[in-house]
Antibody, heavy 122, light 108 residues
């Protein structure tokens, strides 16, 4: 069974930092591209960042470029989102999501999602 | 950036009836469109990809159609568990991957 178990949410001050983790199991993590998607309170879904299976390619939404960093440790089956220079508008539930395939292959949609982690910047 | 616009924002339908949700792209996304269902307090669930292919385990009452800029999600014989928020997502032109703002399907 595919599982994405998230940790690391919480309260941060404006300008502060936080790291989210997403531990994967039930599939071959090292072969799958992954993304982070967020949802502000009462709002819709916003894609944040994506990373290729090896970690060598990353993509970001303009709203987070230079402040949030996606990374992965394939030896630990874990995806990360390092969040720096946090702003009030970063307040959201953050989901890690498994991509069905690589974006470059035209398969940039999401078949499994983590349970979400709330990040509050205040 | 491709803007995805969903309509209506809220749709009220009675159980057992059909619901038709629309999604429009600001430019062609070919058939590179997915639909998700989200219930309160839960993560989204993939329903449809490639505009019309049901994901694994999705009931046949869910169907998707369209290509280019106009897409439709149809839910036949609405069940109580179908009342939720639905999002479309394009993955043709990226980054960024973009979602519609959602349609809330509520019980009439």
């Amino acid at each position: 069974e595919v599982q994405l178990l998230q940790s690391g949410g919480g309260l941060a001050q404006p300008g502060g930092s936080l790291t989210l983790s997403c531990a994967a199991s039930g599939f071959m993590f090292r072969t799958e591209a992954m993304s982070w998607v967020r949802q502000a309170p009462g709002k819709g879904l916003e894609w944040v960042a994506a990373i290729g299976s090896s970690g060598g390619t990353t993509y970001y939404a303009d709203s987070v470029k230079g402040r949030l960093t996606i990374s992965r440790d394939n030896s630990k089956n874990t995806l990360y989102l390092q969040m720096n220079s946090l702003r009030a508008e970063d307040t959201a539930v953050y989901y890690c999501a498994k991509q069905i395939g690589s974006c470059t292959a035209g398969n940039c949609y999401f078949d499994y999602w983590g349970q979400g982690a709330l990040v509050t910047v205040s | 950036e491709i803007v995805m616009t969903q309509s209506p924002a809220t749709l009220s339908v009675s159980p057992g009836e059909r619901a038709t949700l629309s999604c429009r792209a600001s430019q062609s996304v070919s058939s590179n469109l997915a639909w998700y269902q989200q219930k309160p307090g839960q993560a989204p669930r993939l329903l449809i990809y490639g505009a019309s292919t049901r994901a694994t385990g999705i009931p046949a009452r869910f169907s998707g159609s369209g290509s280019g800029t106009e897409f439709t999600l149809t839910i036949n014989s609405l069940q109580s568990e179908d009342f939720a928020v639905y999002y479309c997502q394009q993955y043709n032109n990226w980054p960024p991957i973009t979602f519609g703002q959602g349609t809330r399907l509520e019980i009439k």
